[in-house]
């Protein structure tokens, strides 16, 4: 399994969906993570080289300030990263969210993925649920072994709070509702394929 996570900000990917691929990584996957807007540079590559992954910029501008765009040179280079390998999962934030990062990255990534032929997941922050009124969860993952540590993940940027901390982990209590764990992640799925989860 190859996964390509997008994340607009360092931190939104490990609320979000930390706990499935935390899970992913445990079973041997190879998870690859984009960050689109350039922050947090050391804490980013701290955290990978702790769980595991390898994180990337979608830019290779070092400024800052730029905000993840729709263009079709960003598209261009989402491609380049989405097409280097085999990924047989894309996760990405859910088009619903109000935060205009968020739907400019959602964007991107369907503009990308055209011609992907692998699983789609949309994930969905806790900053943004209450707001996010068309977000249709059809996928519930549980992620009992795996909640402490996504929250640990989360945690190690300095600018997440304890009330997005308590907030995800109450909202992962919610979806566990939903499955036989405690913990769950909900997804919507953009696209299916007959890959395991």
Known sequence: MKILALSPHPDDV???????????LHKGA???VVYCFREKQTQVKQNSEEYGYHAMWLTNTT????RPSPTSDNVKLLDN???SKHYTHFVIPHSGESHQ?????????QAS??????MILQYE????????KSFKPNLFFGIDNFIDN????ANAYEDVTLDMIEGTRALNRVRGLNTDSKYAEAFEILRWSDLLI
Do not use: P, Q
């Open 63 to 66: 400024i800052n300030t730029v």
């Open 113 to 118: 993925a055209r011609r992907f032929r692998g």
């Open 101 to 109: 990062d968020h739907k400019t990255v959602n964007s991107l990534a």
């Open 30 to 32: 190879e998870l690859d």
């Open 150 to 153: 996504k929250l640990n993940w």
């Open 125 to 132: 922050v806790i900053s943004y649920t209450n707001n996010n």
């Open 81 to 83: 990263i989405l097409y």
């Open 14 to 24: 490990e609320l979000g969906a930390g706990g499935f691929l935390l899970n992913a």
